[in-house]
């Protein structure tokens, strides 16, 4: 929390009496010489110096000759501020305020006294009668709000400077704070409902808001939301949201990958929404094939992501639908950014296995055994390729290497031996063949138990 208001020379904030004048010619003027004036002035050269005692030691004399004079008190509570002494300095602030009400520096002081001593409470009923002399104070209060935990006051001025002044950096740092926590983001939805009301044409309040309903996974609303944007801003990145989804709906695949386009690339749209987006146009193209060089383009926009492999998603997506073709080639687009990617790699060869492209998984598979020479797996499917196009030497090579280095892992020993057992069987070793179904089996029976 910053302070907003600093001290200035306040000698002119007061009067300090020193000759009493009576309003005669200038010969019968009497001059009052009490003292008051040498002690004043030597106090304000003692603390120009730092010496606040000797200072103090002055003021508390002319607080004897003029004990109703309020600069005295203030000139104390400055002196006492200085040393740190804070209940001497509030007290003599305060004093201030009780004899001229209208006081601003006095409260001021009173606000450095509280905030020195991270009395944050007490310094919020004095900055709310400082707001009273300039409403600038109002931002200190934010930051009071703030640090005293009442976030439903801070949020609800935030929103009432925002309106009022414009945003600031601190103050939107401030409510995304307060935002984190679900129970304030129902009156931040309804301000945010007003403000669109209000100013129709301020695009911040719409995106705000859509934001809000997606992450609460309100997506209809956010919809609705959108359709407004489009109604009242149709040149809106944002508005093309709505328009894709509604190209969507109307089985309107060139348009609603003209939305798309122009969304995607957008710095203004979340990337939650990006993905969403994304994964309704895959349903979409799955359904319409002749759109998929579209969804390929669109996948480039996603490269640069670091929380979601765009590519990689859409490869399990038909993985799990057995569409192994389309499978491959998403799992190998992934792989060309991401190429030590373990479980993509992995997925891959299942894929090249169930779409039998064996040639290729041989490949494939041996070059990875030589890159990570101690994972199983690398070995087991170049081991099954080498079986599948009738390369058996290799095969049972390749494949007892691999079992060395297989650990806890029953059903992936089990394939190891069955393969071993095909290898050798169509060697002609039946020795060998009868050793690694047998134990093949006895794999099996154990891990039914």
């Avoid at 060139?254 to 146009?281: C, G, T, V, W, Y």
């Amino acid at each position: 929390m910053k302070r907003l208001v600093i001290y200035g020379l306040l000698l002119g904030m007061f009067c300090i009496p020193n000759i009493a004048v009576a309003q005669e010619e200038p010969n019968n003027i009497a001059v009052i010489d009490d003292g008051f004036q040498d002690h004043f002035y030597e106090a304000l050269k003692q603390k120009s110096i730092e010496n606040y005692d000797k200072a103090i030691q002055s003021l508390e004399r002319c607080k004897e000759i003029q004990p109703e004079n309020a600069v005295v008190y203030f000139e104390l509570g400055k002196n006492y501020l200085a040393q740190k002494k804070y209940k001497d300095a509030y007290d003599n602030f305060e004093k201030v305020t009780q004899m001229d009400p209208q006081n601003r520096w006095a409260w001021v002081g009173m606000y450095d006294v509280c905030y020195d001593t991270h009395d944050y409470n007490q310094a919020i009923v004095i900055v709310q009668k400082l707001v009273e002399f300039k409403a600038e104070y109002k931002e200190d209060l934010t930051s009071l709000y703030m640090n005293t935990q009442q976030f439903d006051k801070a949020l609800e001025l935030i929103n009432d400077l925002n309106e009022k002044v414009g945003k600031s950096d601190k103050r939107e740092l401030y409510k995304a704070d307060i935002l984190k926590d679900a129970k304030y983001q129902s009156a931040e939805k309804n301000n945010l409902l007003d403000q669109i009301k209000k100013f129709p044409k301020e695009e911040s309040n719409y995106i705000a808001l859509i934001y809000m309903y997606s992450q609460s996974n309100q997506e209809e609303k956010a919809l609705e939301i959108a359709k407004k944007l489009e109604k009242e801003i149709p040149t809106s990145d944002w508005a093309q949201v709505s328009l894709f989804k509604f190209h969507l709906n109307n089985n309107d695949g060139d348009n609603a990958i003209k939305a798309m386009n122009i969304a995607l690339p957008s710095q203004k749209i979340d990337a939650k929404i990006k993905h969403r987006m994304l994964n309704e146009f895959l349903i979409f193209a799955k359904n319409n094939p002749k759109y998929e060089v579209d969804l390929d383009i669109a996948i480039a926009y996603f490269d640069n992501d670091k929380e979601v492999r765009v590519a990689k998603e859409i490869g399990k997506f038909y993985y799990a639908k057995a569409a192994w073709p389309k499978a491959v080639k998403y799992f190998e687009m992934h792989l060309k950014s991401n190429p030590e990617d373990m479980e993509t790699l992995l997925l891959l060869l299942q894929a090249y296995t169930e779409n039998q492209q064996f040639e290729l998984l041989a490949k494939k598979a041996d070059d990875l055994t030589q890159l990570y020479p101690t994972q199983p797996q690398f070995y087991y499917y170049a081991g099954l390729a080498y079986n599948q196009t009738g390369n058996f030497k290799k095969a049972a090579s390749t494949l007892e290497t691999g079992l060395d280095f297989v650990i806890d892992d029953t059903a992936l020993e089990i394939n190891f031996n069955i393969q071993l057992g095909e290898a050798y069987n169509a060697l002609g070793d039946v020795k060998k063949k009868e050793k690694y179904f047998i134990k093949a089996n006895e794999l099996i029976n154990k891990q039914k138990k």
